[in-house]
């Protein structure tokens, strides 16, 4: 139940598209925020999308418009859509989940599971 196994990430063109899968069963939870955070090398953990637990999406900025998450709670799986890709979005991308936001939702200290993460890399 606490597990959690990113796929879908991929070398991609600039502008490109791809959909990044989380298999969790905590998805069909609806007590639990989901997340999907990347880290870029060298760089700290940042928040790309947060789904509340009433299944409210948010993103910060720098995605706002191009990602979207989106949960099947009968296939027990998170995902992240993402288009119009930049250089700037290569990272390690992650998936999260977390029964409460007590440092904010924008926060990984307020997720208690994570999964490996997947590689997305944007290149020409």
């Known amino acids: 139940q606490e597990e959690l196994v990113e796929s879908g990430g991929d070398s991609v063109q600039p502008g490109g598209s791809l959909r990044l899968s989380c298999s969790c069963a905590?998805?069909?939870?609806?007590?639990?925020?989901l997340a999907w955070f990347r880290q870029p090398p060298g760089k700290e953990r940042e928040v790309v999308a947060v789904?509340?637990?009433?299944?409210?999406?948010s993103y910060p900025d720098s995605v706002k418009g191009r990602f979207t998450i989106s949960k099947d709670g009968a296939k027990n799986t998170l995902y992240l859509e993402m288009t119009s890709l930049k250089l700037g979005d290569t990272a390690m991308y992650y998936c999260?989940?977390?029964?409460?936001?007590?440092?904010?939702?924008?926060?990984?200290?307020?997720?208690?599971?994570w999964g490996q993460g997947t590689q997305v890399t944007v290149s020409s």
């Open positions: 905590l998805v069909a939870n609806n007590n639990y925020w």
């Open positions: 999260a989940a977390g029964p409460f936001i007590d440092y904010g939702k924008f926060d990984p200290r307020s997720y208690n599971y």
């Open positions: 789904l509340s637990e009433s299944g409210r999406p």
